[in-house]
Each structure stands twice: as structure tokens, then as C-alpha cells.
């Protein structure tokens, strides 16, 4: 956005109330609202009006002084994330893939740092916390993170990068950039990315890019595992073929919605 319309237009309530519902939706449990101004670098002051605003409008629930997001919070992505999106009609490339390699499957988005999934067969648990539509994890331990961020141009890899501290989160997590750019390139040059015990001990995952038809990497479609079922020889040799099959389905149905004027990837 231009700087000076930015300075001009931009809403700071509307940006403090958002926030306001990331900070809740991050935290393991419902926060005070000493915890919401500390999180948000705000006053208590300004804090408690924010959540006295939000729980006015129902997204935001109050019991002995903690406070915690409601469902209602699902209604503002359900209308990206639903309905005749280009991801619901996926929904069932998904199901179909996880059905034949008997793994869960998931489409992810780039969200800063984080992916976010937005498509995903939710009958099959690999993570300690069962994962669904909406749902995130951090993108430079994951496959379908690495796979997005080695499709960024350059430039814009370094920016989101720029003065970033990467927590290990799996006894292989990369916390080191210049490590993790060097993985991107080798991921780049492959054309697809695998993850292997960086999320949790014993995970192993693998990812390919999701191109529109003007060949830009809009998602990743990725399946993942645990050793104890599979290694990941096994998903490179037997799982990846099947994995870029059903990604050439999923373009399929971009170019679709595209052509039909349905959808901006």
C-alpha cells in the first residue's frame, strides 16, 4: 500500500480489535487483560476497551477475568475458506490422495512466516493437536512451508526473513538462515520439499508446489507421515508420484475457476 494513503486511511482501532483476535486465537489459553496489553504493547486501559468491544460483538468471551475467542471468530474466514471456493472444490483431490496412501493430505497457503491450511483430510492425526481448515504452523519446519517460501522471489524471502528468530520446534528444526536458504535452493531446484522430524520427533512430510495458470506458486499440496509407518525413502519413491498427480487435478481446477472468472489465486 502507498505510505502516504496508508498514513491517510488506516484504521487503528480496526487494526488494534484484529490484533486483538490473533493474540487470543496464538495463546495456549484464555488471557488477562493485563496478558492482551502486554501482548498487543498497549495500555490496560486501551486493552480492556478492545475486549469490552469484542465481547460486545460476541467474538470474544469473558469468565473470571480471562479472556478467550469464541466460534463466532470461524465466520470471518468461512466465506474465503467455504462456500465455491477453489479449495472446497479440492476438498475432494484431497480426501481421494489421503484415501490411496492412507496419510493425511492438506493444501496450505503462505501467511507471513506460517502456512495455513486450507484444504485437509481431517480423519487422520500426525501432529500432537489435531489440524483443520484455518489452522497454522510455522513454514520453515514444514514441507509445504519450505515449498512456498523457495517459491518467493528472492527479494522478498530475504525481507520476511529480516531479523527473524527461528524456534526450534523438532530435534531437526533448521534455526539457522543461512542453512534454511540453502535448503530453499536445493528445494527449488527439486520441485518438491520434504520435512523430516523438524515439526516433532518421528514426523516426516512431503510437499509440491500448486502453480495458477500463469505458473506462479500460489499453494502446496503435501502428505505426511510418522517412521513408525513409513520412511521418507518411502514417500519420495512411492508417495511423491501419486502427490504430483493429484496437484495436476488441483491446477486443473484452478485453470478452471480461473477461466470461468470464479477465482484470483
Known amino acids: 500500500m502507498d505510505a502516504e494513503i496508508q498514513k491517510r486511511d488506516f484504521a487503528q482501532t480496526l487494526a488494534r480489535g484484529l490484533a486483538c483476535l490473533e493474540r487470543l486465537a496464538e495463546a495456549d489459553t484464555p488471557l488477562t487483560c493485563t496478558q492482551v496489553a502486554h501482548a498487543m504493547d498497549v495500555s490496560r486501559a486501551a486493552a480492556r476497551r478492545i475486549l469490552l468491544t469484542l465481547e460486545s460483538l460476541g ?78 504452523l510455522p513454514a520453515y519446519c514444514s514441507a509445504s512451508g519450505k515449498m512456498l517460501l523457495a517459491s518467493l522471489p528472492v527479494a522478498e524471502l530475504d525481507r520476511r526473513l529480516d531479523g527473524i528468530v527461528l524456534a526450534k520446534q523438532g530435534p531437526a528444526s533448521v534455526t539457522d538462515i543461512g542453512d534454511l536458504k540453502t535448503r530453499l535452493d536445493e528445494t527449488r531446484q527439486a520441485d518438491f520439499a520434504r520435512a523430516i522430524d523438524e515439526m516433532e520427533n518421528g514426523t516426516i512430510s512431503i510437499a509440491v508446489p500448486l502453480r495458477e495458470r500463469s505458473g506462479r506458486v500460489v499453494a502446496a499440496m503435501s502428505v505426511a507421515s510418522h517412521r513408525d509407518r513409513q520412511s521418507p525413502e518411502d514417500l519420495t519413491n512411492n508417495v511423491l508420484p501419486r502427490l504430483r498427480e493429484a496437484a495436476r487435478d488441483v491446477e486443473g481446477i484452478f485453470r478452471d475457476f480461473q477461466e470461468r472468472g470464479w477465482a484470483t489465486l
Open 59 to 136: 467474538y470474544v468471551r469473558e469468565e473470571r477475568g480471562v479472556y478467550g475467542g469464541t466460534p463466532k471468530v470461524l465466520s470471518l474466514g468461512r466465506g474465503v475458506l467455504g462456500r465455491t471456493s477453489v479449495w472446497n472444490a479440492a476438498a475432494s483431490i484431497v480426501v481421494t490422495l489421503a484415501d490411496q496412501v492412507n496419510e493425511p493430505c492438506s493444501i496450505s497457503v503462505l501467511e507471513g512466516l506460517d502456512i495455513m491450511f486450507v484444504s485437509r483430510d481431517s480423519t487422520r492425526r500426525i501432529y500432537t493437536s489435531r489440524l483443520g481448515v484455518g489452522d497454522r
